[in-house]
Structures are given as C-alpha cells and as structure tokens.
C-alpha cells in the first residue's frame, strides 16, 4: 500500500456552485471554506503531512475586482478566526506564491507562517498568487545569480516548496482536466484524480475514496 505524505487539491467549481444556486459566485467561494475545514479534518485524521491548497492563482488576477476582493476578504476572516485553533492543533500554515497584498494582509499572513512555524503534525501549504511558471523561471535566475548549478536538485531545492515531498496526490475538483499553472515541476510523478464534483459539493467520504484509490495504486516511477 502507498503511503501518503502529501496532497495537493485545485479547489475548483465554487464560481458555478454558487451560480447553480441561482446565487452569487461569492456566494460560492464562502460556501468553499466549510470544504477546506472539512478536508483539513480529515487529513489530520488520515494523518497526512502536507496539504496544499490553490486558493488564488497568479491569473486570478484577471477576475472581477468584486471577486478578487471578496476572496481576500474570506481568506483574512479564515486566518484571523482559524489560526489559533490550527496552532493548537499542531498546523503549520506555509504560504507558497509571492505575497504581494495589502499590507494588513500580508502581516496577517506573516503572523500565521510565524505562530505556526514550528508545529511538526500537518503542514498546510496555502497557494497564493502562485504560479508554476514564473515560481520556476524565478528559481532559475536566482541559481544563475548565486552560480549554482542548474540541475534537478537545485531546482527542487530553490522552489517555494523546498524541502516539502513532491504530492502524491493531485485531486481537481470541479469537472475540469487541467493543471492551471499549478506545481507543474512538482507533480511531475503524482498520481492525478479528477472529481466531478463541484468544490462545495466535495466532502470527506469522496475524498477517502481517492485516498484509498490511491493506496491500490502502483507506482512505477518511469520503471516497470
Ligand atoms: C476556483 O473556483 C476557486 C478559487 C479560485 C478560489 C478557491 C478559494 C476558496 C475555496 C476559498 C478561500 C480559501 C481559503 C483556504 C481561505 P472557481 O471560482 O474557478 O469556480 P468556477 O470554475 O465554477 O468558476
């Protein structure tokens, strides 16, 4: 059976759930949130090491400002009624994506990645104006500037993710196949399931459902 370290999950399919509803996108992202408290349970439970969300991508950017703003909203209202209890919990919050907010924002973020920085039990990797590419191309051009060599170790080493396991799993939500500029470098050997579901819909028992697909799993690795 497979071990798990280390989920992945493209949140996708809050905007049409909302809209399904005959409600508002942001109706949609808020309904989001109750999913990340229930999947975060369930990885303690499961007692899964890394969990990394996609909760804004660099081309979010291009959403309307009413959605930008309303996501940001919802992240800081998370943060600042969330982080404590993830503290108590032993959660590490890590933010992967270059912190370029508002300054009340990025201090909340900071203060989280500090309170939490040594809890050992899970480790929440919260994507945030992340892009592969430019994280990627970034990483490059900060090896050419030191004189490093520019090969698969340091690469791995100088991402946002560093010493983290690459994922094992990557689960879309929301009925679409595709990566979105997400870990491309990371994913490079994980095991891909994409769900139908809609992210508000998707809950514990789907979920394990993909954890224990996974575990039957066999992994080759490129070998046979
Ligand atoms: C994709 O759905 C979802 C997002 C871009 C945001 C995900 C954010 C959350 C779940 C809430 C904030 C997260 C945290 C951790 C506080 P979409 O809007 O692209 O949906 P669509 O494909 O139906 O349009």
Known sequence: MN???????????????????GKSRNFGHKAGIKTVEKIIKESLKKKIRYLTLYAF???????????????????DSFLSSKIEELNNEKIRLFIIGKKKFNKKLIRLLNFSEKLT?????????????YGSKSEIINTVNY??????KINEKNITKNLY???????DILIRTGNRKRLSNFLLWQLAYSEIFFEKKLWPDF???????????????????GKI
Do not use: C
């Open 117 to 129: 920085s040594s809890n050992k039990r899970m480790q929440i990797n919260l994507a945030l104006n």
């Open 3 to 21: 071990p798990i370290k280390h989920v992945a999950i493209i949140m996708d399919g809050n905007g049409r759930w909302g809209i399904n509803r």
């Open 161 to 167: 993710t560093q010493n983290i396991p690459d994922p």
């Open 203 to 221: 809950n514990e028992k789907d979920y394990n459902k993909i954890l224990s697909m996974f575990k039957k799993t066999k992994r080759n690795f």
């Open 143 to 148: 090896l050419k500037i030191k004189k490093l």
């Open 57 to 75: 991508s660099t081309e979010n950017w291009k959403r309307p400002k009413n959605e930008i703003n309303y996501l940001f909203s919802l992240l």
